[in-house]
């Protein structure tokens, strides 16, 4: 079966930098679109990067675009999140998610198989 597993969470002061890293299982790594999604209390789930394997391109949104890198290892089958320059505002939980296709969706809705999240909390 498909498995996602998060790690990395934690607790950073402002400006700090964190990795997550999401171990997936159970499906073919490098053909599926695998994305990162966050939600904080009272938020909604809201899309924070994906990797698009049909293209070979990866986006972000633009609340952590030029400060989150998004990467994958196909070797490991994992993929990470490396946030630097860490606001408050990123506080929430992060999830790691995918589906049957090769393309990023923009609705959340369509990943059907989610990880359990890891705990990411910046001081200020």
């Known amino acids: 079966e498909v498995q996602l597993v998060e790690s990395g969470g934690g607790l950073v002061q402002a400006g700090g930098s964190l990795r997550l890293s999401c171990a997936a299982s159970g499906f073919t790594f490098d053909e599926n679109a695998i994305g990162w999604f966050r939600q904080a209390p009272g938020k909604e789930r809201e899309g924070v990067s994906c990797?698009?394997?049909?293209?070979?391109?990866?986006s972000y949104a633009d609340s952590v675009k030029g400060r989150f890198t998004m990467s994958s290892d196909s070797a490991k089958n994992t993929v990470y999140l490396h946030m630097h320059s860490l606001k408050p505002d990123d506080t929430a939980v992060y999830y790691c998610?995918?589906?049957?296709?090769?393309?990023?969706?923009?609705?959340?809705?369509?990943?059907?198989?989610w990880g359990q999240g890891t705990q990411v909390t910046v001081s200020s």
């Open positions: 998610a995918t589906h049957a296709w090769s393309w990023c969706p923009d609705d959340p809705l369509h990943y059907d198989y």
């Open positions: 990797i698009s394997r049909r293209d070979r391109t990866t």
